[in-house]
């Protein structure tokens, strides 16, 4: 895919938490679609805008990579990538909307030795999220070791892969079920409006304002 020279293009999570939030903001902010016969895309039938439905891991590097000039993707998904990719050229956040809110944080056993986050030092956390935890173990001064899994991490303590584990959490209810407490939050996230590094044309940068604006605008009109 490469992008059009007079459509802007947006790319959101095809299916999962963010999905049906993020196709209802847009159209709250007025954008009408008609969606594609293989349901990979979704043509702006009032407005020069289209919107790709991709996994919300690929909306950084899509982003990167200027096949879309905007997304909306986790915080968490977004500053991942962005402290994985060491000094590259990184997608920016440019409005945060209001869903898809939950924090990365550390969890422990409920019945163990550790008590405070100077206990982690010299233990194993298992996490899906490497770069934003060795950010936090760095600018706290503790060395842990990072144990990079992808998905079920809550399970890694029982497994015997980590002493503790750092992951999503919203509710609370999944640490509960797995017998784990939270110690500390490493990050705060919830849905941004993320747009590509790459320096859109004289059009396309007024193109994108309007639609910051009319997406703030809808946001607004939530509360
Ligand atoms: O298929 P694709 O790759 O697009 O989707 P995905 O499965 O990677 O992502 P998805 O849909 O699960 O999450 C998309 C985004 O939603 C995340 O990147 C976060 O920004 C946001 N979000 C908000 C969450 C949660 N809340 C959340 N609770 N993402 C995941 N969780 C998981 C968490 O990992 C844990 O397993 O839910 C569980 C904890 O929930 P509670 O309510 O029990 O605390
Ligand atoms: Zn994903």
New binding site residues.
């Given amino acids: 895919v490469s992008a059009a020279p007079d459509r802007l293009r947006i790319a959101v ?6 999905a049906e939030a993020s196709l209802g903001l847009l159209r709250r902010a007025g954008l009408a679609f008609r969606a594609s016969r293989d349901h990979l895309f979704l043509y702006g039938e009032n407005l020069p805008i289209d919107v790709l439905l991709v ?3 690929d909306i950084p590097g899509l982003l990167v990579e200027g096949s879309c000039e905007l997304g909306i993707v ?4 977004l500053v991942e990538q962005r402290l994985a990719g060491a000094g590259a050229p990184a997608p920016q956040e440019l409005l945060p909307l209001g869903f ?3 924090r990365l944080s550390i969890a422990i056993p409920q019945s163990g030795a550790i008590a405070q986050t100077s206990d982690l030092d010299g233990l194993r956390i298992a996490t899906s999220y490497p770069a934003l935890l060795a950010d936090w173990l760095a600018r706290s001064g503790l060395k842990a070791e990072v144990v990079v899994l992808n998905g079920s991490v ?1 399970i890694a303590p029982r497994l015997g892969k980590a002493e503790a584990i750092c ?9 509960a079920a797995n017998q784990l407490r939270e110690l500390v939050t490493v990050f705060d ?3 941004v409006l993320a747009s590509s590094p790459r320096e859109p044309t004289a059009a396309k940068a007024v193109q994108i304002e309007r639609l910051r604006a009319r997406i703030a605008g809808a946001l607004s009109g939530d509360g």
């Fill in positions: 999570q095809k299916s999962g938490r963010l996994r919300d891991d986790g915080r968490n998904v898809g809110g939950c809550e992951d999503l959490v919203s509710s609370g209810a999944t640490l996230s919830q849905a």
